[in-house]
C-alpha cells in the first residue's frame, strides 16, 4: 500500500485559485497493471480501509489481481483537506461556507480525478469503479470527461439522469415501506418494543450521552440500516433490551443509548448530512428540505399519527436528511444555519449530458439490485437504457452493500462481463 497526496484547485474553472489535497491509497500486487480507480459511496464517506486479514477475500482483494487500485478520499473527506463542523467556519459566515461546499459535488469529484489520472498514468485513460454515490460519480465521468476512462463497472449506483430530489423520495418512501414489512415479518415481536420506545420518547426528554437529543423522528431514522445485508438483524439487536428497571423507574439502558448515539452520529460523515440532497439537484431550483417535504405524502411516517393509532407499527425511515437533523445531532448543530443556506441554493447546475450519455463508447458494466433501499432499481434501469455501451446485471441476491458482503461475487461478475464483452 502506498499513500498518495494530490494537490487540486478548489474550483477546477479557477486553477491558478485556491488549492486542496486530495488523499488517495494505492493497492498493488504488481505495478505494471492498469489502474483502477474506486469511487466510494456517499457522500461524505471515506474510502474503505483494508485490513491485510480479509483482504484476500473482499474485492479489494479480487481487484488487485488485475489493477492497481486507487482508493480515494473524495474531496473533503478522511485525509483530503476536511470539512467539518471544525474546520468550515474558517470560511466564514453561514454564506460564505456554504458556497464553498457547492464545490463538493460530483462533477468536482471527477475533475479531481482527471488531474490525478495524469499525474499517475501520465494521461492514459484508466478504469473506474463506482459504488453507489460513486457511481453516480462515475455516471458524470462518462458524461463529462470519457476520454479518460477506458471501462466503468458500478454498482447500485445508477442514478436517475433527469429526476430531481423529489423524484428520488417519492420512489424511496414507498421502498422504506417495504423493508418496515420485511424487518416487521421477520421480527415481529418487535412491533410492540418499538411502540414501547417511541411512547417514552414521548413523554421524556433524552439525551444521549454525547449530546444527541433522542426525539421520535431520531429514533425513526435508525431505518436506514435496513437497506444493509444484515441490516433488518442488526436493527432486531439493538433493540432487544431497550430499557433498564430500577426499583423506582424505567429508563433506557446504557447499552441502547450508546448503540443507539453510535448509529445516528453524522461526525464521521458530515457532508453526507449538508450535500446528500444536493447529489440530486438537476438546475431545477433550491432542494428545499425535498425528503422533509415528500414525507407529508407518506403519512404513515408521522410520528404522532403513530402515536394515536395502536393498531399501527411505528415506521422506521431510510436515507433521508431533515432540518432537524441539525438540532438532534451535536457534530451537526453548528452546521444548522450552513444547511438551511444550502437547502436554498438554487444555482445547481446539471449534472449528465444525455445527449453525450445517448452516444457513448466507453465500455460500462452495472450491477443493479431489485431490492436496493438506497438507490430506486427502476430508475437505474431507466437510466441503463438511455447510456449506450452499457451491460446491466440485474440481480435479488443482493442488498445495495453487495459489493462488499458478497466477498467477490459481485465484482466477479462484473469482471466477467467486461471480459465477454472485448
Not at 444493509?228 to 433490551?241: F, I, K, N, S
Not at 433506557?252 to 443507539?260: A, C, H, N, T
Not at 461526525?267 to 438537476?282: G, N, V
Not at 452516444?359 to 450491477?367: G, L, M, Q, R
Amino acid at each position: 500500500m502506498t499513500d498518495h497526496v494530490f494537490t487540486v484547485p478548489l474550483r477546477h474553472d479557477r486553477p491558478s485559485g485556491e488549492q486542496i489535497e486530495v488523499y488517495g491509497r494505492e493497492v498493488t500486487a504488481d505495478e505494471s497493471l492498469p489502474w483502477l480507480l474506486f469511487l466510494q459511496g456517499g457522500p461524505g464517506h471515506r474510502a474503505p480501509r483494508p485490513l491485510p486479514a480479509g483482504l484476500a477475500s473482499s474485492w479489494i482483494g479480487r481487484a488487485v489481481q488485475d489493477y492497481r487500485v486507487l482508493l480515494l478520499d473524495q474531496r473533503g473527506t478522511g485525509r483530503s483537506t476536511p470539512a467539518t463542523r471544525q474546520t468550515l467556519p474558517r470560511r466564514g459566515d453561514a454564506r460564505r461556507q456554504a458556497e464553498y461546499l457547492t464545490a463538493f459535488r460530483a462533477d468536482s469529484i471527477v475533475r479531481d480525478a482527471e488531474v490525478i489520472r495524469y499525474r499517475l498514468t501520465g494521461g492514459a485513460p484508466w478504469s473506474v469503479l463506482g459504488q453507489s454515490f460513486g457511481g453516480f460519480c462515475a455516471v458524470r465521468y462518462l458524461s463529462d470527461a470519457a476520454a479518460g476512462l477506458s471501462e466503468v463497472f458500478i454498482t447500485g449506483g445508477l442514478p436517475t439522469l433527469d429526476g430531481d430530489a423529489d423524484d428520488v423520495y417519492r420512489a424511496a418512501y414507498p421502498r422504506m415501506e417495504d423493508k418496515n414489512a420485511l424487518f416487521y415479518h421477520r421480527y415481529p415481536q418487535d412491533v410492540d418494543t418499538a411502540r414501547a420506545i417511541a411512547e417514552y420518547l414521548a413523554d421524556h426528554e433524552t439525551v444521549l450521552p454525547d449530546g444527541t437529543l433522542l426525539t421520535l423522528e431520531a429514533f425513526q431514522s435508525l431505518g436506514i440500516v435496513l437497506g444493509a445485508t444484515d441490516g433488518v438483524d442488526r436493527l432486531h439487536y439493538l433493540l432487544e433490551d431497550p430499557f433498564c428497571r430500577t426499583a423506582h423507574r424505567v429508563e433506557l439502558s446504557d447499552r441502547f443509548q450508546w448503540q443507539v448515539q453510535a448509529a445516528l452520529s453524522f461526525a464521521e460523515r458530515p457532508l453526507y448530512a449538508l450535500l446528500h440532497e444536493a447529489t440530486y439537484a438537476q438546475g431545477t431550483g433550491p432542494t428545499a428540505w425535498s425528503a422533509d417535504r415528500i414525507r407529508k405524502e407518506f403519512p404513515r411516517f408521522d410520528g404522532e399519527r403513530f402515536l394515536s393509532e395502536s393498531a399501527a407499527p411505528l415506521l422506521f425511515t431510510g436515507e433521508t436528511i431533515h432540518p432537524w437533523h441539525f438540532q438532534t445531532d451535536p457534530a451537526l448543530r453548528p452546521l444548522r444555519a450552513v444547511g438551511e443556506v444550502l437547502a436554498g441554493y438554487d444555482d445547481w447546475g446539471p449534472l449528465y449530458d444525455v445527449s453525450v450519455l445517448a452516444a457513448n463508447e466507453v465500455p460500462a458494466f452495472a450491477t443493479v439490485y431489485t431490492d436496493d433501499l438506497y438507490v430506486d432499481p427502476k430508475q437505474s434501469l431507466a437510466t441503463a437504457g438511455g447510456i449506450r455501451a452499457l451491460s446491466v446485471h440485474v440481480t435479488d441476491e443482493h442488498e445495495h452493500d453487495g459489493l462488499t458482503t458478497s466477498g467477490t461475487g459481485v465484482i466477479d461478475r462484473l469482471l466477467e462481463m467486461a471480459r465477454d464483452a472485448r
